[in-house]
């Protein structure tokens, strides 16, 4: 028996009771025995019994809904990505619903079982910064499940999906802040287990190394909540001494760097004058905070409408993505606002 | 036959044709000609077939998933009730998925279909800007499936719903203004078809009612898209001539107070001295922008909690809320920061 396909009427034969009473034990139902329930879900377990891949390989009609499962909605980054998904979802006659994980794996795959027992007919994902591991998803892939990943990616062979160049876009932001003059430039960095953190980690290396200034890795600080209580703390203790003090910042989303703002204003610090600052994201309340934040502008609605359209595409079978498996990497632009001139 | 009750045996046995076929037109299958597809569906609609309604009261197992409608999740407020209905919905072993409406009653009807068909166990809304009319909730609450309402009050006798005291909150807010020593108070107001907007205006009459300040209804204007740019133009033209210009503004939400503060320092109009403001919701950013804004601070992680706590009561029937329908009002809580104190 193959992974994965063990059946109901498996386990009932196996374990010699009916079939009604192998699905009435793994929906924990009343009237069956605790003993039995332990039973049935122990072998359901042994056998690698997936209700959903059953469900997934004997469904025949569409349900005209795409399941969308994101980190956090109150990010104005996915919000964005959202829209995009939307626009093209509504004009194709599709529905979306939407699961956040809050950064968790378990709910994660929660929402992920949720989604499949509700039938949508594809999934969009930007993972949390738990998963390290992509079985949950490398299954359903296998299983022909059309899925395109966005923002996040996976390490899944083939794994179609939507992503920018953070590499690109943290190079120009760091060759900004040169240009600009600063020296010492702090990277308040994201997660180090996502590639977009590292990406990003390695455009500032890069500018550094072309401008011929050494990487000092007392400047490079991981603030892996991404608010802006973690990156006010680390910030003030980075620039409440003024020996060797860094004078510029540059942080892996505008939270983290509004959060340095405040420390830096909080230490009488001046921006741009002593201290330049650029964000990553170019959230709404950017360009109204004071000095506006520069940025690097991510194109969240393009992401949507591109992961979307592919998508579609792998649903209505229209292009053979398993024998061509694009991955689109989309450019970012730098937003140069007060913050970082002062020339 | 009564309305909504008809069955596909009933069509069928209407136009003589079988029942697979009035499913399969019904679901827009090829192999069906366009012909009996039509009359298939003019008669469906005349008779007002429901099939979620039907699929509703066949039901007999719990899916253990929630469905919440919102408007947009962009907006922080509804975010951090998103965030209270998980944390309830978690740990009772409920997942949880969302439907954005963009404030259109189009997107908000066809996001119950999908729900419906994804059978969810119960629903959560905040129903959109466009919604005046109201049927398509109470026909379901009709079949008593389990809906709570929250932040946005539907004309719905009986609705079971979580809202804020919006009109206390505006009162607050305004009051303080004039303690500060403002006269001319604008109100940049929300969209008259909601409650909430209002309540809000009523809180902000009252006040000036208190202070013997005569409203002028030319100090009140709606913002009904609620962005930035809208509120400042609006702000831009009011302030624009010194003549008999007003000292303050109460915003209805956070974002419109941020495009009046933009708006203001065009014209080198100086925060609080010059004219005070005061938004609504509490945003993210509000805290980080300069000056930082007062705002009225909702209960967005309660309401969520409150929400979901009744609703899953409903759910398992542990409380009667048909012959006793509970409307439960937080408070609000004026934040004052800089942005409106001058004395």
Redesign the interface.
Known sequence: MKLGQATIKDIARELNVSSSTVSRAL?DYPGISDETKRRVKELADKLNYRPNAVALSLRK?K?F?IGVIIP???H?FF??V??GI?EVA?SNGY??????T?ERLD?EK??I???L???IDGLLVSFSKETTEFDHFSKLMDLDFPIVFFDRLPEIPNAVNVTVNDFEGAYQAVKHLLEQGYKRIVHLAGPSNLAISKKRKEGYLKALAEAGIEADESLIIECPGGN?KESFDVTKQLFENEKNRPDAIFAHHD?VA?GA??ALKSLDLRIPEDVGLVGYSN???SS???PPLSTVSQPGFKIGETAITMLLEMIDKKRDYKSEPVQVVLDTELLVRKSSVRI
């Open positions: 929906k009609s349900s809904t956090e909605v109150v104005f919000s964005t959202i829209s939307e509504f529905n979306v619903i939407l699961c956040q809050n709910r929660s929402s079982d949720t989604m027992s509700n039938q802006e939270i509004a703002m405040m959230w709404q309340f109204m905070i004071d």
